[in-house]
DNA sequence: TTGTTATTTCGATAATTATAAAAATATGGA
DNA sequence: TCCATATTTTTATAATTATCGAAATAACAA
């Protein structure tokens, strides 16, 4: 992972409204949740959680899809297990430190 | 966590300079670096790097203590562990998911 | 079609954050 | 004490990011 991928990624959860998008979707699994849900969990307008997403999605680390009228949105696990690796990276020259933590959910690819 | 710490740690980790900083005192382990030693490896002005050392201090991510002359810095693994976990926390409901990484230096208190 | 719902884009403004020169502080050595 | 080194604070400016109303797009249903 280069850093610049890594600056993006922990920039779009460095928000109250994204971090929430995220937990949500990560908590939601590899479903996802559509818009308009999400925004009923928070409380921000529909053209800021537009925004948000967008932020989020920009950075790869949620994936949106197209289902009818509805938008579903999913964390993506690949990219959440790259980033935690990236900055647990060589932790204290390895020694004694457990590997990242990796989150493989049962269902669909991540 | 609160989730206001979290998005406080993140936008401290979502800088180049900042996020060169905390991988570099990862690597290093408990015993830290002297700002001077991280300006060596860091192309930006002295007073730039206090700024960012100052906002990765106030996040909790990285810990100072003076020596002489020097200041050492060293990352906070306790809270580096804490933000993964938030990050990672009821992944997929729990379903199929390992848990956060922990990174235990065997020196000093992390 | 026409209407309704779901979501996004546009655009103007507000708020936050970064940069680095200059000055200040702090430590230890001569 | 005086000086050199290490680091931080101050300050002004520049750059980036957030907010949300209004308008636009897209999908489906009647």
Redesign the interface.
């Known amino acids: 992972m280069e850093?610049?991928e890594?600056?993006h990624a922990?920039?779009s959860?460095?928000?109250?409204t994204r971090?929430?998008v995220?937990?949500l979707l990560?908590?939601a699994?590899?479903e996802g949740i559509p818009a308009g849900q999400l925004n009923e969990h928070l409380q921000v307008p529909a053209p800021t959680l537009s925004f948000h997403l967008k932020e989020l999605a920009n950075a790869g680390l949620i994936v949106s899809r197209q289902e009818g009228r509805f938008v579903y949105y999913r964390a993506s696990?690949d990219a959440?297990n790259a980033l935690?690796a990236?900055?647990?990276?060589?932790?204290?020259?390895g020694?004694?430190?457990?590997?990242?933590?990796?989150?493989?959910?049962?269902?669909k690819k991540s």
């Not at 959860?13 to 109250?16: D, R, S």
């Not at 990236?86 to 020259?93: A, D, F, G, I």
């Open positions: 850093i610049y890594a600056v922990l920039a959860l460095a928000h109250e971090l929430s995220f937990r990560v908590q699994g590899p696990f959440m935690l990236y900055l647990t990276e060589n932790c204290c020259q020694e004694a430190c457990t590997s990242a933590s990796i989150c493989k959910p049962k269902g």
